[in-house]
């Protein structure tokens, strides 16, 4: 998968509130009501990251949810990291 540039990253952004570009990743952090939410939100994710075979670095501490998307063998951000971004929000939204 090709590498997008930063200009195709930051228009594609635009539809993504929350998520920047940092290191060559796309993150964001989520807060939740508890620990409980945090978890159930990350099980949905991690069932779509499966079904898209691609996985985040991520981090969950009590109520909060870190997410860095990468693609590595590409060594940046390609569409299949868009793509799961937004997979990523609408299960979000719904929770």
């Known amino acids: 998968m090709k590498k997008l540039s930063t200009d195709q990253i930051d228009r594609a952004l635009k539809e993504f509130?929350?998520?920047k570009l940092v290191?060559?990743?796309?993150?964001?952090?989520f807060t939740f009501n508890d620990f409980k939410e945090?978890?159930?939100?990350m099980t949905h994710i991690?069932?779509?990251c499966e079904k898209q075979d691609h996985h985040p670095n991520w981090e969950n501490v009590y109520n909060s949810l870190s997410i860095k998307l990468s693609t590595?063998?590409?060594?940046g951000i390609t569409q299949k990291?868009?793509?799961l971004a937004k997979s990523i929000e609408k299960i979000v939204a719904q929770s």
């Open 46 to 48: 991690a069932f779509e």
């Open 23 to 29: 290191n060559d990743m796309l993150e964001k952090s």
């Open 72 to 75: 590595h063998d590409a060594d």
């Open 17 to 19: 509130p929350g998520w």
């Open 38 to 41: 945090a978890f159930s939100v």
């Open 81 to 83: 990291d868009i793509d």
